[in-house]
C-alpha cells in the first residue's frame, strides 16, 4: 500500500503561483509514475501532469502546458507541482496519484490505484 498526502494548496490572486507537494510513504519501492490530477465543481476529475519516479519521462494537460511544472525528490518520497499564472479555471480539488504502470499512465487514471485525499487551489479574478 502507498499512502499520499498532499499539501500546499490555497487562495490566490490570478496570475500567482503555488506550489503543491505530496508525500508518500507506506512502501519500500518506488511507484513507476506519479501524477497529479484535478476535479473542478460539476466536472469530471481531469489529468494534470504526470512524471516516471526514475526516468524522465514527463507528460501535461495542454492546458497546463508551460504553467506547470512537475518535479520530484526520490529522497524525499516527493512529488511537487509548482503551478505559475494561475487562473481561475485553474480552481479545483488537486489529487496526487500513484501508479505501478509505466513509464507513463497515457493519462490515464484507471491505471492509478492509489490516491491522496486532495487539496484545494482556488484562484480569484
Known amino acids: 500500500q502507498v499512502q499520499l498526502v498532499e499539501s500546499g494548496g490555497g487562495l490566490v490572486q490570478a496570475g500567482g503561483s503555488l506550489t503543491l507537494s505530496c508525500a508518500a510513504s507506506g512502501r519500500t519501492f518506488g511507484p513507476a509514475v506519479m501524477g497529479w490530477f484535478r476535479q473542478a465543481p460539476g466536472k469530471e476529475r481531469e489529468f494534470v501532469a504526470e512524471i516516471n519516479w526514475t526516468g524522465p519521462s514527463i507528460d501535461y494537460a495542454d492546458s497546463v502546458k508551460g504553467r506547470f511544472t512537475i518535479s520530484r525528490n526520490n529522497t524525499k518520497s516527493t512529488l511537487y507541482l509548482q503551478v505559475n499564472s494561475l487562473q481561475p479555471e485553474d480552481t479545483a480539488v488537486y489529487y496526487c496519484?500513484?501508479?505501478?504502470?509505466?513509464?507513463?499512465?497515457?493519462?490515464?487514471?484507471?491505471?492509478?490505484?492509489?490516491w491522496g485525499q486532495g487539496t484545494q487551489v482556488t484562484v480569484s479574478s
Open positions: 496519484a500513484a501508479s505501478d504502470y509505466g513509464p507513463l499512465s497515457g493519462r490515464n487514471a484507471k491505471k492509478y490505484a492509489y
